[in-house]
T-cell receptor, first 114, second 113 residues
């Protein structure tokens, strides 16, 4: 089955700086890569996703990049703000016809220092 | 739409008791997933359904766990008998045709004492 590795497990950045979280996946058939944000005591919430036919996607201060050859994808948050503090999970999915459920990375605890 | 609805939000039970967790997916979604979250193991997929049919239950830890989806708007996850190591947050999630990111319910925090 799919295996997703996520790094770092904890990331501390100064407010206003950028944060980058990286993930690798094992199954080259994976074709859908969402990112989730989970605040303390709350549910994971989808914040951005990318499909395998796209190399990069942006949504305001958040961007995701995908390198299919290397089987890795990254989340980039620019101009970080205190409300960005949370645990972020990457995931991978083989979508379409008998798709598996999402396989998640272990999560990155992002801490924004004031 | 109210999103994915889970009940109860919190459950405290004694070891050996039966526990039933409930989930109502988003209307129109044809995939339903049950996940378990712990500090040690992160988010683990237990089982998922497509059009009410269980597709993959390889993540179910052992025979004490069972899940059903009798119709498109309701699913249960049952643990019988429960053990302290089952303590975790259990999330239900749903998606449309497996292609979109799944949307999660609020979760059920289970504590087995």
């Amino acid at each position: 089955g799919e295996n997703v590795e996520q790094h770092p497990s904890t990331l501390s950045v100064q407010e206003g700086d950028s944060a980058v979280i990286k993930c690798t996946y094992s199954d080259s058939a994976s074709n859908y890569f969402p990112w989730y944000k989970q605040e303390l005591g709350k549910r994971p919430q989808l914040i951005i996703d990318i499909r395998s036919n796209v190399g990069e996607k942006k949504d305001q201060r958040i961007a995701v990049t995908l390198n299919k050859t290397a089987k890795h994808f990254s989340l980039h948050i620019t101009e970080t703000q205190p409300e960005d503090s949370a645990v972020y999970f990457c995931a991978a999915l083989i979508s379409g016809g008998g798709a598996d459920g999402l396989t998640f990375g272990k999560g990155t605890h992002l801490i924004i220092q004031p | 739409d109210a999103g994915v609805i889970q009940s109860p939000r919190h459950e405290v039970t004694e070891m050996g008791q039966e526990v039933t967790l409930r989930c109502k997916p988003i209307s129109g979604h044809d995939y339903l997933f049950w996940y378990r979250q712990t500090m040690m193991r992160g988010l683990e997929l237990l089982i998922y359904f497509n059009n009410n049919v269980p597709i993959d239950d390889s993540g179910m830890p052992e025979d004490r766990f069972s899940a059903k989806m009798p119709n498109a708007s309701f699913s249960t996850l049952k643990i019988q008998p429960s053990e302290p190591r089952d303590s975790a947050v259990y999330f239900c999630a749903s998606s449309y045709s497996g292609f979109m990111g799944a949307f999660f319910g609020q979760g059920t925090r289970l504590t087995v004492v």
